[in-house]
C-alpha cells in the first residue's frame, strides 16, 4: 500500500498528535456511515494512545448506525450543548473528519472556530478550507475518509492493535460512501484495505445487512409512491427529477434517515446519467437538493452553478429557498443548461 503521508509530514504529525492530551472529533452535520466510522475508528486509535478523546457531532446518526461499535459515547452537540462547550474549551487538538469546512457543522461552528485548540482536517472532499489549521490531510481521490482514517492509521504503526470493533467501523464506512463499491471505488488498494480489515474478523456480510436491509414498512412504501408517483424523466430518459413535500412525507410517517439513497434509485435505469431530488426540509423553509451522476457528469459543476451547493463530481447536494414548485423550475433550467454533458 502506497503510504499517505511523506517523511516530512508524518513527523509534523506525529508531534502534534504526540503534543495533545485532549482531543475532540468532529463530522459534519447529518453525520453518515463514513463521519460516524471515521470519527469512531480515530477515536479509538487515540485512546489507545493514552489520549482523553470525545467525539462530537452536530446532530444525531440515523438509526441504522446506531450499532456502530462505540456509537454510544458519541456526544450529539444539540442534545448536549453544555457538555459539547466544555469538551471543546477543555480539548487542546480538534480533529475535523469527513467534512471540508466548518460551516458543515452548522451551531457547533462557533464552538469550535472559538477553541483555542490546535485544529486539523482529515477529508476527502474537494476544496478544504484551511484558515486557522494546523495540519491538512485531504486525499479527494480516496473513497472516503474511512479509508483516509485506515491508511493513516496505518502509517503510524497502529494496525496490529487495530480491534475488530474498530475496522468494522473503517468498513462501514468506505462501504456507504461508495454504495457498497459501486462508485468510487476502482483503486485496487481499496480492496488491499479490506483484504486487511477482514483479517481482523470482520463479518461484512452482516455489515451490509445491518446498514442496507433495516427498512420499515413505511419506508418501503414511500419508496414505492415516490417511483410511481412522483419520479419524472427528461431528455429522453437520461435525467430525472422526483420532489416530495412535508405533507407526502408525514403520510408515510416519514422519519429521519427515510430518504436515505432514494436519490440513488433512477440511476438503475439504463442510459440514465442524472438523477435529482428535491425535498422540503421538515424545519426550515428550505428545498433540500441532492445529484447523483454515472460517468463523467459533473454533479458539483450543476450543483454549484444551480443548487447553491457543491459536492463530488457523482454526488452533490445543495439548497434552494421555498418553494418546492420553484426549485422543480430551477431543475429545469440546469438540465436544460447540462443536455449536451448528459
Ligand atoms: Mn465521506
Known amino acids: 500500500m502506497s503510504p499517505l503521508l511523506s517523511t516530512a509530514d508524518l513527523l509534523q504529525f506525529m508531534t502534534l498528535i504526540r503534543d495533545s492530551r485532549h482531543v475532540a472529533i468532529c463530522g459534519h452535520r447529518g453525520p453518515d456511515g463514513d463521519a460516524m466510522g471515521s470519527a469512531l475508528a480515530w477515536s479509538a486509535y487515540l485512546q489507545g494512545l493514552g489520549k482523553q478523546v470525545s467525539v462530537v457531532m452536530p446532530t444525531p446518526p440515523p438509526d441504522f448506525l446506531r450499532w456502530l461499535p462505540g456509537s454510544k459515547q458519541v456526544v450529539i452537540y444539540q442534545d448536549n450543548p453544555t457538555l459539547t462547550a466544555s469538551i471543546m474549551a477543555e480539548a487542546d487538538l480538534i480533529c475535523c473528519l469527513d467534512f471540508n469546512a466548518l460551516s458543515r457543522l452548522q451551531d457547533l461552528q462557533h464552538l469550535v472556530a472559538a477553541s483555542k485548540a490546535k485544529r486539523l482536517i482529515i477529508d476527502h472532499h474537494l476544496n478544504p478550507d484551511t484558515e486557522g489549521i494546523s495540519f491538512l490531510v485531504s486525499r479527494p481521490q480516496m473513497c472516503s475518509t474511512c479509508e483516509v482514517i485506515f491508511r493513516l ?20 464506512g468506505m462501504m456507504t460512501d461508495t454504495g457498497g463499491f459501486t462508485y468510487n471505488s476502482n483503486d485496487p488498494e481499496v480492496y488491499e484495505i479490506i483484504s486487511l480489515l477482514l483479517t481482523k474478523g470482520i463479518d461484512k456480510d452482516r455489515i451490509y445487512r445491518q446498514v442496507f436491509h433495516v427498512f420499515s414498512i ?91 451547493g457543491g459536492g463530488h463530481l457523482n ?10 414548485e420553484e426549485a422543480l423550475k430551477t431543475a429545469e433550467r440546469a438540465i436544460e443548461a447540462f443536455r449536451d454533458l448528459l
Not at 153 to 172: E, K, N, S, V
Not at 239 to 250: G, N, Q
Not at 316 to 321: A, D, I, K, N
Request: charged share 25%; net charge neutral.
Open 153 to 172: 492509521i496505518h502509517q503510524l504503526g497502529g494496525f496490529d492493535d487495530m480491534t475488530p470493533q474498530t475496522a468494522t467501523c473503517i468498513y462501514t
Open 218 to 308: 413505511d419506508r418501503l412504501r414511500l419508496q414505492g409512491f415516490i417511483l410511481s408517483e412522483k419520479l419524472q424523466f427528461f431528455e429522453k430518459g437520461r435525467a430525472s427529477v422526483f420532489t416530495l413535500t412535508r405533507e407526502e412525507m408525514k403520510r408515510f410517517r416519514y422519519v429521519r434517515g427515510d430518504l436515505e439513497g432514494f436519490v440513488n434509485l433512477p440511476l438503475q435505469v439504463r442510459g440514465l446519467s442524472l438523477s435529482i431530488s428535491l425535498r422540503e426540509d421538515t424545519e426550515k423553509d428550505v428545498i433540500r437538493c441532492s445529484l447523483r451522476s454515472v460517468g463523467s457528469f459533473p454533479c458539483n459543476k450543476m450543483a454549484e452553478q444551480f443548487f447553491h
Open 315 to 324: 454526488a452533490s447536494g445543495g439548497e434552494l429557498p421555498f418553494p418546492l
